[in-house]
């Protein structure tokens, strides 16, 4: 699932033991996500809800998380509906609604992604997809990149995939290049990791990942000249 190669040395397998479950937290986040063009003008302001709940699921100890997109046009807003196995984030299930009342549901198991054949009017009922080996919900990467145990110059291979896209799941490479002191609303200074994915030549995101709780404060993606942030806008509120 989770690969690293610390310090240069040769590329190893995380256990399943070794991803700091202890960093998520039940409770409410915000975000404010936001287009800023090469003109500095903003474009397609949202605000991004995401809850974490500690539940049970068939007598298995879950992460459940609940997000609700809501921007100024309507039919933007989208509500999604994840869960996932508490000891080693593996996804279980994801139901998602867009503005539209498009519905798309899944179940993920250990070898394929299926349609959710419970759900009415599920989009992609005709769904299948083969895993060669599992992969992490690319829909919440922001409470996965809270698990990564943090040093100095790692760099971690991700297994991602976006329920129900086209594309294959694949492994990213994120980078720890460097820590920054992040000047962060009424919290004061922010001690940060910087993780950093390149995309392709002139596309890339970087991260600003507290020390202390490992939430993530900032994303910064650049892409031509255009830039997309989101910033936390509130402590976790339990």
């Not at 903003?42 to 049970?56: A, G, H, L, N, Q």
Request: proline residues 3%; negative net charge; charged residues 30%.
């Amino acid at each position: 699932m989770i690969v690293l190669n610390l310090n240069g040395q040769e590329i190893i397998k995380i256990d399943e033991t070794e991803l700091q479950i202890k960093y998520l937290k039940e409770g409410k986040n915000q975000y404010l996500v936001y287009i800023e063009k090469p003109d500095k003008s903003i474009v397609d302001i949202s605000i991004w809800e995401r809850t974490i709940f500690f539940k049970k699921h068939n007598n298995e100890e879950v992460i459940i998380i609940e997000q609700h997109w809501k921007n100024q046009d309507t039919l933007r807003h989208r509500y999604i509906y994840s869960i996932n196995k508490y000891k080693n984030f593996q996804p279980i299930y994801q139901y998602s609604k867009n503005g539209r009342d498009v519905v798309e549901a899944f179940n993920f198991e250990q070898d394929k992604i299926i349609a959710a054949d419970s759900i009415a009017n599920n989009a992609k009922k005709d769904f299948y997809k083969v895993l060669i080996e599992p992969t992490l919900n690319w829909e919440l990467d922001l409470e996965t990149f809270q698990l990564l145990p943090f040093e100095k110059g790692t760099n971690f291979k991700i297994s991602f995939y976006h329920p129900g896209s086209k594309s294959e799941p694949k492994f990213y490479n994120y980078n720890v290049i460097g820590e920054e002191n992040l000047n962060y609303f009424d919290d004061g200074i922010v001690e940060c990791w910087l993780l950093k994915i390149v995309y392709s030549e002139g596309s890339n995101a970087t991260y600003w990942i507290g020390k202390q709780d490992r939430e993530v404060i900032k994303m910064l993606e650049e892409s031509n000249g255009v830039k997309r942030y989101k910033i936390k806008l509130n402590s976790n509120d339990n």
